[in-house]
């Protein structure tokens, strides 16, 4: 599609930010931007962060604390999408980047806790900074999930 002048969209937008960022990348990577039908990095990140989660409840109910605090502390610092994808979805969220940067932060100190309550082999704890990181995984999803998944995805 030759580029002309047309109205931004946040797609374009994104597309800017990607040039700018591209005096910090390798030319391959600007020329190999990811396009809609492109896997996200975001989405296999959070298949693992599901994954975890049911190791996570998993270890709880055996209370087998050194599995918890394993898979709390690969929540806590899961891997970011590379630098272009970010920029995409950081130009997408706009206006709403604190909440879903909120939403990440109380994920990240949640899993903290949970790691910490598990080396305490504190149950109770565990079970009540579990419930924390489900309200940021939810939250996050509720206010951003579908209108995500209509823009990266095309509704799929
Ligand atoms: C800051 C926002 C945010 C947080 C926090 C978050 N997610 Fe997500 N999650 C998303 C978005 C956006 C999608 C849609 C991704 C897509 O469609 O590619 C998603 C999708 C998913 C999916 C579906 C992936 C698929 O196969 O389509 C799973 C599973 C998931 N998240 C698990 C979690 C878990 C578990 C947590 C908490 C530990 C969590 N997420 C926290 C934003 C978030």
Redesign the pocket.
């Known amino acids: 599609m030759p580029p002309t002048p047309r109205t931004p969209t946040p797609r374009r937008v994104a597309v800017a930010l990607m040039i700018v960022a591209g005096s910090l990348l390798p030319a391959a990577d600007a020329a190999d931007a990811p396009d809609r039908t492109a896997p ?1 990095a ?6 693992d ?5 049911q190791g996570a409840t998993d270890g709880i109910a055996r209370e087998d604390w050194p599995a918890v605090a394993t898979v709390a502390a690969r ?1 806590a610092d ?1 891997p970011q999408p590379p630098l272009a994808e970010k920029l995409r ?1 950081l130009a997408f969220v706009g206006k709403d980047t604190g ?6 932060q ?2 990240h100190d ?2 903290q806790q949970l790691a910490q309550a598990a080396q305490r082999q504190d149950g109770t704890a565990a079970i009540a900074a579990f419930a924390n ?2 309200g ?6 509720q ?3 579908k209108p ?2 209509e823009h ?2 095309g509704g799929r």
């Open positions: 996200m975001l989405t296999t990140i959070m298949r962060l599901g994954h975890d989660m929540i899961h979805i909440h879903f940067r909120g939403y990440d109380q994920a949640a899993a990181l489900q940021a995984c939810l939250g996050c999803h206010q951003f999930r995500f998944r990266f995805h």
